[in-house]
């Protein structure tokens, strides 16, 4: 039995599938049972409750062979990350009880930084917060994941894609979330490790190719277009952060220009992405038409 948390997103999604496609048993911890009844007519076993109840974590770990731990996303933090905090602590203490054989944590890339890249704070929090862990952990540092390009089979019929990539011909570390999935799944499933292992996960890639990708699949030339600076904050909130609360977003996009999302920080491990682009705009595609 292997605990899932997330299992409605897409990296937990893509998680539980490969485990089940492997013949393993799932958990996932949900907060509602209907968003997660497909899940459960799968065989999944469901644990009412959330991120924000350690005692509940605690159950839903109890017996487990692994488990995939992650953050809530949150694109307006609060100032202080007092949310991810909060869950990072109910985690250690419900890991620390429960002693699971091993845990994988989605993280970011730049992870390794404290300060200064905007949204990733709280992986870098939640790195920190699990290295007193006496448990072997891998933490699964991923590039910004190709799903987050998926508004772009709407806007960019005019032939343009909008991007907070500058420039657009810089390469940056990228990845599907079904990739990520297949290594969790790796990871939980595979050898036994002790201690911590970090895993960077994802190919570098242009905006240029992302944009290119996506024309191939819509039949038109589409070019990416760099967002000017003035811009972001407008930007961000017409894709649903709130008014005002934009800056962690724009300092996180203002760092992977910077170069800090590139492979290769020391004494990390790599697993290369093996889906494109194109295989994320395509799959959408097909599933909006199914």
Do not use: C
Request: hydrophobic share 45%.
């Amino acid at each position: 039995m292997f605990l899932v948390m997330g299992i409605t997103g897409n990296v937990g999604g893509a998680t539980a599938r490969h485990l089940l496609a492997q013949g393993k048993k799932v958990r996932a911890l949900v907060r509602d049972r209907e968003k997660a009844v497909n899940w459960a007519n799968q065989g999944v076993e469901l644990v009412d409750g959330d991120w924000n109840d350690s005692a509940a974590i605690e159950r839903a770990l109890k017996g487990v062979e692994g488990a995939f731990v992650m953050l809530p996303p949150a694109w307006a933090p609060s100032p202080d990350y007092k949310e991810a905090k909060g869950v990072i602590a109910n985690y250690v203490e419900a890991l620390t009880k429960a002693a699971p054989p091993r845990v994988v944590a989605l993280s970011s890339m730049g992870a390794n930084r404290t300060t200064g890249h905007g949204v990733i704070t709280a992986l870098s929090l939640l790195e920190q917060g699990f290295r007193d862990l006496i448990l072997p952990v891998a933490f699964v540092r991923a590039g910004g994941f190709f799903e987050n390009f998926l508004f772009g089979l709407q806007v960019a019929q005019g032939g343009t894609l909008p991007v907070f990539y500058n420039p657009t011909n810089r390469k940056s570390t990228m990845v599907a979330t079904n990739d990520i999935g297949v290594e969790v799944a790796t990871l939980l499933t595979g050898s036994a490790w002790s201690g911590q292992r970090i895993v960077e996960i994802g190919s570098m890639v242009t905006a240029d190719e992302v944009a290119e990708q996506l024309g191939e699949v819509l039949n038109r030339e589409v070019k990416a277009f760099a967002i000017p600076r003035a811009g972001w904050a407008e930007a961000l909130e017409q894709f649903g952060i709130p008014k005002g609360h934009s800056g962690p977003a724009e300092e996180m996009y203002e760092a992977v220009n910077a170069g800090w999302m590139d492979l290769g920080v020391k004494g990390t491990e790599h697993v290369a992405g093996t889906r494109s682009a194109r295989d994320v705009f395509e799959a959408a595609r097909n599933a909006a038409r199914a």
